[in-house]
């Protein structure tokens, strides 16, 4: 960066100026490593009123702002573009539990803050945040809500939008707004919060939250099922939602071939049940009252799934270290397809009682396109979300690879409109980011692109904020 605005910029604001290349770079590079971008600097302000007068001097130097929080988003949203005339904003300063009101049932916290380190709060105040997700010891409370990320437990508790009260933003103007109010009822107008909560960025600075709490279950159930298809996953689903209803609070969908890939690929990985099956699922329930009663509702369930057919063996925890070794081959499912190879990878939403059929429909659609690919599926199914994965034909050299890469278009657009057909969403939970910037549009009406294209214009005239992501440049 020239020299005089490196001095400009330093002395706008209370906090760190990283300039340094070798510091700089994991930043610049998202956690895919798809996409790497430009930046003058990091800066790591210190408070609030900090972020405020940083936001000022972007919009008075016409240097684009990235916020960054863990850098673990999947759609390319969380680096800088190519520009070279942007800063990315870390709250890696601003990361205290701010305060824990057991009785209000909130915690709030500074943006910054790791998810991990809110849960564990929550924790010590005997209380739970359900938020949870494979990257939770490095994503971010503001980047977690940016994404409104939903995780393994929405199915009973709600994603990210749900679990949240209150923000503190600051604006593309540098205007602060705090509304941190932990209020279950607040009818006085527009719910602003909500226009920032999934905007990745793009409208504001999420500095501060407040977040619901909900009482610690007195004990927990984990069951790894083999079933005979995605339509008998559904089926269950049914099933245990009348079962345990408000206790069921994961159930999560994995193929067979996704399941052979971690057992390849994770040391001491071993399959919890011993016949291979086509899907398996992973379902959990959190008993309010005790671990008698947690079982006898969990073993009825399993009984009456095996007397329907929808399950043809099961495995139920029956230690914290079992249950952790069935959510371990669930977690390790991204690193065993990296460690695969590429892949081509769609985070699709649908009504839960189509997601057989679109199985069904997508892999016919996908095997036009690409003859002998080999498809990964696994997903928060309880939610309708499924993460839907395509890679090159086994065997495949690094030109199939290259060939694969070269038709990626034509094979998401094989499946989104497989899941337009069937009233779904093409991002789920990850978000558009830059991966989904171009394709959006296809997906949704002319009137909705416009409300969001207006409403960035509202708020961020001068287009400062994460420019190119969620809504496309002009
Ligand atoms: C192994 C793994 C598992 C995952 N599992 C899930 C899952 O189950 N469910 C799920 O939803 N996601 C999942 N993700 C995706 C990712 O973890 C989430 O999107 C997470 O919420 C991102 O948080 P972050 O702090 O890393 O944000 P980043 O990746 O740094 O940023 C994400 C977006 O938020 C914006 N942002 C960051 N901080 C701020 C701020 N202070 N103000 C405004 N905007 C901001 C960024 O500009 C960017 O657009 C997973 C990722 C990995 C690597």
């Avoid at 305060?99 to 209000?104: A, G, H, L, S």
């Avoid at 690919?373 to 979300?385: E, M």
Wanted: glycine share 10%; hydrophobic share 45%; charged share 20%.
């Amino acid at each position: 960066m020239a020299h005089g605005l490196s001095e400009s910029l330093r002395a706008a604001f209370q906090g760190r100026v990283i300039e340094d290349r070798d510091a700089l770079a994991p930043h610049l590079t998202d956690y895919r490593k798809r996409w790497t971008g430009r930046a003058i600097a990091l800066v790591q302000p210190e408070r609030t009123e900090d972020v405020a007068a940083l936001v000022r001097w972007c919009g008075e130097h016409g240097v684009s702002l990235f916020p960054q929080g863990g850098n673990t988003g999947l759609v390319g949203g969380s680096v800088p573009d190519g520009s070279g005339r942007s800063i990315i904003l870390s709250l890696a300063r601003m990361n205290a539990i701010v305060d824990v009101d057991p009785y209000n049932n909130t915690l709030t916290a500074q943006g910054g803050a790791v998810l991990a380190s809110v849960q564990e709060a929550a924790a010590r105040a005997g209380r739970l945040f359900p938020l949870s997700l494979g990257a939770e010891g490095s994503c971010t409370l503001a980047g977690n809500l940016s994404t409104n990320a939903g995780g393994i437990q929405v199915l009973r508790y709600g994603n990210a939008r749900d679990l949240c009260l209150g923000l503190e933003v600051v604006l593309p103007d540098g205007q602060i707004w705090n509304g941190l109010r932990g209020l279950r009822k607040d009818n006085t107008g527009y719910d602003l919060k909500q226009l920032f909560i999934g905007a990745e960025g793009t409208l504001g600075i999420i500095t501060a939250a407040t977040v619901k709490l909900f009482p610690r279950p007195a004990a927990q159930m984990t069951a790894f099922a083999a079933v005979p298809d995605a339509h008998s996953a559904v089926k269950l689903l049914a099933l245990a939602q009348s079962t345990l209803s408000a206790s069921l609070t994961a159930f999560e969908l994995i193929s067979g071939p996704a399941v052979e890939l971690v057992l390849h690929h994770m040391a001491g990985a071993r399959s919890p049940v011993e016949n291979r099956a086509p899907y398996y699922v992973l379902l959990e329930s959190s008993d309010a009252e005790n671990e008698a009663h947690a079982t006898a509702r969990f073993e009825a369930l399993m009984g009456a799934a095996f007397e329907d057919g929808i399950v043809t063996d099961a495995a139920i925890a029956s230690s914290l270290a079992q249950s952790a070794a069935f959510w371990k081959i669930r977690h390790h499912l991204p690193e065993a397809q990296t460690a695969d190879g590429e892949n081509v990878k769609h985070d699709i939403s649908l009504p839960i009682s189509r997601i057989g059929e679109f199985i069904d429909a997508a892999g016919a659609a996908v095997q036009r396109v690409l003859p002998g690919a080999r498809i990964f599926v696994f997903g928060h199914v309880g939610d309708g979300n499924l993460h839907y994965n395509v890679s090159a034909p086994a065997g495949s050299d690094a030109e199939a690879y290259r060939a694969m890469r070269a038709s990626e278009k034509t094979i998401s657009q094989a499946i989104y409109d497989v899941v337009a057909g069937m009233n779904g969403s093409i991002s789920a939970e990850h978000g558009v980011g830059q991966l989904r910037v171009g394709t959006v549009a296809g997906y949704k009406q002319p009137v909705e692109m416009a409300m969001m294209a207006s409403i960035k214009q509202l708020f961020d005239p001068k287009g400062i904020f994460n420019p190119g992501r969620v809504v496309a440049r002009e």
